[in-house]
Structures are given as structure tokens and as C-alpha cells.
């Protein structure tokens, strides 16, 4: 009689893998970009270059 298998076939949970898949899997990518644009843009009006562009006093 030949041995039973305990766990089958396990695989390792890769944090890095499982971070590219949330980020670049193809029903989550609008959001990413929403939300990458709006870091920009925050980015952008908080730096000096939006005063020289925005508002020129």
C-alpha cells in the first residue's frame, strides 16, 4: 500500500508576487492609475513649480 500524501502540493506566499498581481491585474489597474495621478497631481500643487504655473503674481 503506498504512503498517503498529508498536504498535497503547497505552494510559498510571495508578498512580492502577490503585490505585482493586486497592482497590475487587468480589473484593478483603472483604480491603480486613479489613484497614481492623483498622487502626482497632489505632488505637483504642493512642489514651487505650481506657483510659477498656476498663479503667477
Known amino acids: 500500500m503506498a504512503p498517503k500524501r498529508l498536504g498535497g502540493s ?5 508578498p512580492i508576487t502577490g503585490l505585482y498581481n493586486a497592482f ?5 489597474a483603472p483604480i491603480v ?3 497614481a495621478a492623483f498622487g502626482v ?3 505637483f500643487l504642493a512642489s ?4 510659477a504655473i ?3 503674481e
Open 10 to 14: 503547497r505552494r510559498s506566499y510571495n
Open 24 to 28: 497590475f491585474v487587468s480589473e484593478n
Open 33 to 35: 492609475r486613479s489613484v
Open 41 to 43: 497631481a497632489v505632488t
Open 48 to 51: 514651487g513649480f505650481a506657483g
Open 54 to 56: 498656476l498663479c503667477p
